[in-house]
């Protein structure tokens, strides 16, 4: 198999207040044409005006990505027709684009980034009975494109460079990176390199819309282009769209792909000039980046590699974290209570942690709980599902539902008593000196009190009792 | 007024009207009334119009008649607008059927303002489609008359405004000028019109025929009428990014003369109508009295024509895009999405905003935009740099406004010959500078004869100046 080289073009959609060059809401999910009006429509007369909260997102991606500002830039006018674009033209940039030359460190390896530059999102079609009907809630939303060199060689490669790029962007505070939401857009063009380091012809790929669809879409063309050489084919210079049931590339209708857009500066704007002061400002005020999140985890909080991986993987469970570690000191168990059950109880819920009204005060509160032998891990689980969903304090919880420790010696006593009794086989096991057995004992005892029983003084009669009648 | 002869109202300037309604001799309900009877009187010949707004403007005189705002600038003052320019409610149809049933939901920024400065808007008048022409013959709906020969154009693309301000059907007029379309126009009707410095008036409502050429303009029957109708437009606006950092008018620069009028050797070199001739040479001899002619060379002249139209035209192709019958105006049914746009445009775009859009999109088109529209960007550089250079010197340059007096509808079939009208309006819109076209005479034949005065950038004050002591020197 010849070696894959893949590059990545991007679109990712601004969290701004207002659309790119109008005053609309950029809110997701609104009715269909709610948030439209005679600028993004392009009704006869208007005209735009450049949102300077999208700029200045663009630049802190920019930024963020290592890469130059350009000082000067402009918007271009590329013209083509289509019911999603209502001026007939979609507002971007071209020949000066707002941000040049960065990259991206992915395992080690230094994804050299293209250029970043923004533009305008197109809107909706949905096709209904031979009818297409437009949703402009979409259009005029601010999107940076972002191209890198061809420096990806795999597929995972690829995914690794999209993960990293959605944590920064969404480290930035300037896109969700939703990808099932069309928020984080994939384009790859992917060709094959030849024994003497030659490139092939490069295929594009278009409209990737989650992580898997860009690794499988890659695999599949790895594969193709492959076998298309092995077999003397030619591979064609095609633009692809990514079935995604059957996991096949398909050529898109030439007519979509052939298109001379006419790009020519667009009069209605401005030069975008951006100062030194104004970039060196941005610059200061960006925020903690995932990189650098990384290294402080494993830095001043001792975590493996792996947990600072997790952490990082958004910026509100860092930030969760962070809070709980301010005020517990137990990093390592706030960490791998994060990244397994409160991961978990997250996917199945769908939600994201700030969308529960759990609060790092009340998951710390239980993790003392543990702590101080007030209950078990078992029963925390079962806690902090609750408080996920009901926001409430863990000894409420616990009383609501019955989950108060049995740390009463008689009450403990009589079930250690039970269990020995109705276990002779075990008990004699374990008293002619096998040991080990002693967890079957505990954990009758949790599966009769339904793990509420106080474990360490659980344990603590339980020795005594089944060495007591040894001795006696 | 003792005698309201509605030919009396018409006769009233500006500042005549507002004299007679401070003392109470005249109301915004008669001079409206007058304005309105003077329409039904001449549209049947003039077809200045594309719609009147009969009902509105009398509840608007009533309302103003009430509210007695007379500080206000423009104060019960009947006003006409080329159909290019959204006024909220009102159909706008840029005189192309592909915009038949469009209603503006809004106001451009020229309409808000002259709204809140008390003028009456009396309706939409005709225009060359979208802009695109010299003689008003490309509009969809009408062909409207020159007032001083009604077998005559009335120039365009303005050709509307101008003509109802010369029919004495409005007062005052807007229309837009790309490369000539208000000075033309006021040129072969007899009356004032002004192309401001590019950016000093809000573009944001003007349905864009070029963006970088495009400003609206005034027109009017006196130089201080158009004037105010300037300073009310005037100033920055922030919807529209390319207008000026000027709040308003007053802010303009008031300098002084250096005493220079720029004579310009290539433009005396084009052979125009004789009687336009002579009356630019009186011209010269009047501003003689006040200024030194300097007579200058502006050597890239012959390209200002192919220039504008490269730009213009690619612009243009773009700005039309948005017309695809799909969200509002005509549309033609079809089987497909591809198909109905295609259809919608072949059928209801006319001739010459086909072959407008056809030139530019070939200019703009690979392979060809080196050669043509960057060429063109260019060109457009050295046209700025030489008249700039000439007004470093010059507070002024003088030119015909036009090559020949108004010609006979059906005369210029060629389109090369039809945009040869702008030769001398072109030069100072591809330079963003102001320039006034000012009524100096008739003709022989009774023809309306206009002088061009162009100013360098934001020079409007000084231009009223010179523009005020021509008109003098005309009238003794």
Not at chain 1, 180 to 186: M, Q, Y
Not at chain 1, 218 to 224: D, F, K, T
Request: net charge negative; with cysteine; proline share 4%.
């Amino acid at each position: 198999m010849l070696k894959a080289v893949i590059g990545l073009e991007l679109h990712i959609q601004l969290l701004t207040k207002s659309k790119m060059f109008c005053g609309c809401s950029t809110n997701y999910g609104d009715p269909p044409n709610s948030n439209i009006c005679e600028i993004c429509l392009g009704y006869p007369g208007t005209l735009p005006t450049v949102n300077k909260e999208a700029l200045d997102m663009g630049i802190m991606l920019g930024l963020a990505v290592n890469c130059k500002i350009n000082k000067l830039s402009n918007f271009y006018r590329k013209n083509y027709f289509y019911p999603d674009l209502p001026k007939g033209y979609q507002i971007t940039q071209f020949d000066y684009p707002l941000s040049e030359n960065g990259f991206l460190e992915v395992n080690d390896k230094k994804i050299r980034i293209r250029r970043i530059h923004l533009e305008e999102d197109a809107a909706k079609l949905f096709h209904k009975d031979r009818k297409v009907l437009i949703d402009f809630n979409r259009c005029g939303i601010p999107l940076v494109e972002l191209v890198t060199e061809p420096d990806i060689s795999s597929p995972e490669e690829a995914e690794e460079f999209l993960k990293k790029l959605k944590e920064i962007v969404d480290f930035l505070g300037i896109s969700t990176g939703k990808m099932e939401e069309g928020a984080l857009r994939c384009d790859v063009n992917i060709s094959l390199m030849n024994e003497n380091g030659g490139l092939g012809t490069k295929v594009e790929v278009k409209n990737l819309n989650s992580f898997k669809a860009v690794v499988k879409a890659l695999e599949y063309e790895i594969v193709r282009q492959n076998e298309l050489l092995s077999k003397n084919k030619a591979i064609l210079a095609e633009t692809m769209t990514f079935d995604e049931e059957k996991e096949i590339t398909i050529p898109m209708r030439s007519k979509e792909t052939l298109n001379d857009y006419r790009y020519f500066p667009e009069p209605d704007l401005l030069l975008l000039s951006i100062t030194d002061e104004e970039i060196e400002k941005i610059r200061l005020n960006l925020p903690e980046l995932p990189q650098s999140a990384h290294s402080r985890l494993i830095r001043d909080y001792e975590l493996s590699e792996k947990d600072a991986k997790t952490l990082i993987s958004s910026k509100d469970i860092l930030n969760f974290f962070d809070k709980s570690a301010k005020i517990y000191n137990n990093y390592k168990e706030i960490a791998n209570w994060i990244s397994s059950e409160i991961f978990k109880n997250l996917n199945k819920s769908k939600k994201s942690i700030k969308e529960t009204p759990l609060s790092p005060e009340n998951f710390v509160k239980m993790l003392i709980l543990i702590e101080k032998g007030e209950i078990s891990g078992k029963i925390g689980k079962t806690v902090l599902e609750e408080m996920m969903l009901t926001g409430e304090e863990p000894e409420e919880i616990m009383e609501k539902r019955g989950l108060i420790q049995i740390s009463d010696i008689n009450a403990l006593t009589s079930i250690v008593e039970e269990i020995i009794a109705n276990n002779p086989k075990e008990v004699s096991i374990y008293r002619s000196g096998k040991k080990n057995i002693f967890g079957f004992f505990m954990g009758e005892a949790m599966k009769k009190t339904n793990g509420k029983a106080n474990p360490n003084l659980l344990k603590e009669i339980m020795l005594k009792k089944l060495d007591e009648n040894v001795n006696g | 007024m003792k005698n309201k002869g509605s030919l009396g109202i018409l006769n009233f300037s500006i500042s005549e009207l507002k004299t007679l309604y401070k003392n109470g001799d005249l109301t915004t309900l008669d001079v409206i009334s007058a304005y309105l009877s003077a329409i039904k009187e001449n549209e049947p010949r003039i077809n200045a119009f594309i719609e009147v707004f009969e009902e509105e403007v009398l509840k608007e005189a009533e309302r103003l008649m009430k509210l007695k705002s007379l500080n206000l600038p423009l104060y019960g003052v009947p006003i006409a607008i080329k159909d290019n320019i959204n006024v909220a409610c009102h159909y706008t149809t840029a005189s192309s059927r592909i915009l038949e049933g469009y209603k503006s939901t809004y106001d451009a920024m020229v309409v808000k303002k002259i709204k809140e400065a008390g003028a009456i808007i009396l309706g939409k008048t005709n225009l060359d489609e979208f802009a695109m022409g010299s003689s008003t013959e490309n509009s969809a709906f009408k062909l409207t008359r020159n007032p001083y020969n009604e077998e005559c154009v009335p120039g365009g693309s303005s050709g509307g405004s101008a003509a109802a301000v010369s029919a004495k059907e409005a007062l005052i007029s807007l229309g837009s000028d790309t490369g000539g379309s208000v000075r033309q126009p006021a040129s072969f009707c007899g009356v004032y019109g002004i192309r401001p410095t590019y950016g000093l008036v809000s573009r944001y409502g003007l349905i864009a025929f070029a963006s970088s050429l495009d400003q609206i303009g005034p027109i009017g029957r006196n130089l201080d009428d158009t004037f105010l109708l300037l300073s009310v437009i005037s100033g920055k606006d922030t919807l529209d990014c390319t207008s000026l950092d000027i709040k308003n008018y007053d802010e303009l620069p008031d300098e002084d003369m250096v005493g220079n009028f720029a004579i310009i050797r290539e433009f005396e070199n084009i052979s125009i109508d004789k009687e336009i001739a002579h009356k630019y040479e009186e011209i010269k001899k009047i501003l003689l009295k006040s200024f030194k002619l300097k007579e200058e060379r502006f050597p890239h002249f012959n390209y200002a024509l192919p220039t504008y139209h490269i730009i213009a035209d690619s612009e243009a192709s773009s700005n039309l895009s948005r017309f695809d019958g799909i969200r509002y105006g005509k549309r033609e049914e079809a089987s497909s999405l591809e198909e109905a746009i295609k259809l919608s445009r072949t059928a209801y775009f006319g001739k010459e905003v086909k072959r407008r859009i056809l030139l530019g999109t070939f200019a703009l088109s690979q392979g060809y935009i080196d050669k043509y529209y960057k060429k063109a960007l260019q060109a457009r550089n050295i046209i700025r740099n030489e008249l700039s250079l000439i007004l470093s010197e010059s507070d002024f340059i003088l030119a015909p406004t036009t090559p020949s007096l108004p010609f006979k509808f059906g005369e210029r079939k060629d389109p090369l010959e039809m945009y040869y009208s702008d030769i001398f309006t072109i030069p100072s819109a591809l330079a963003d500078l102001p320039s006034v076209s000012i009524p100096v005479g008739l003709s022989k034949s009774g023809l309306p004869i206009g002088i061009q005065i162009i100013g360098g950038q934001l020079s409007e004050k000084k231009l009223y100046k010179v523009c005020k002591l021509v008109a003098e020197e005309l009238n003794a």
